[in-house]
């Protein structure tokens, strides 16, 4: 599976983006797909996950309320829907998938087995 992520900016406070990962492979539909940031001199951080179904949908807690995960499997795309940015949500994106089919799983980066390149998000105060 090969992922590319897009759909990243730069945003004022408060703002909204919505990113994108298209996803090659007719195995899209059996992953879990998460996305991850990183910051600059920081680790990466797990944002959000969705079950392959789309049934199930986890998020940190930073991101909670403000964020949504969703996924369209005859599209092989994820999004990630971001109201409310914050300056602290500037970070490199990243979009990954995973054989996981428990949400207790989605939040360790080492569960997920493929990575996209990753989109900037910048948020300006």
């Known amino acids: 599976v090969q992922l590319q992520a897009s759909g990243g900016g730069l945003v004022q406070t408060g703002g909204s983006l919505r990113l994108s990962c298209a996803a090659s492979?007719?195995?899209?539909?059996?992953?879990?797909m998460g996305w991850f940031r990183q910051a600059p001199g920081k680790e990466r951080e797990y944002v959000a996950g969705?079950?392959?179904?789309?049934?199930?949908?986890y998020y940190a807690d930073l991101v909670k309320g403000r964020f949504t995960i969703s996924r369209d499997n005859a599209k092989n795309t994820v999004y990630l829907r971001m109201n409310s940015l914050k300056a602290e949500d500037t970070a490199v994106y990243y979009c990954?998938?995973?054989?996981?089919?428990?949400?207790?799983?989605?939040?360790?980066?080492?569960?997920?087995?493929?990575w996209g390149q990753g989109t900037q998000v910048t948020v300006s105060s």
């Open positions: 990954t998938a995973g054989a996981l089919y428990y949400s207790f799983l989605f939040t360790r980066a080492e569960n997920y087995d493929y």
């Open positions: 492979g007719r195995t899209f539909g059996s992953y879990a």
């Open positions: 969705i079950s392959w179904s789309g049934g199930t949908l």
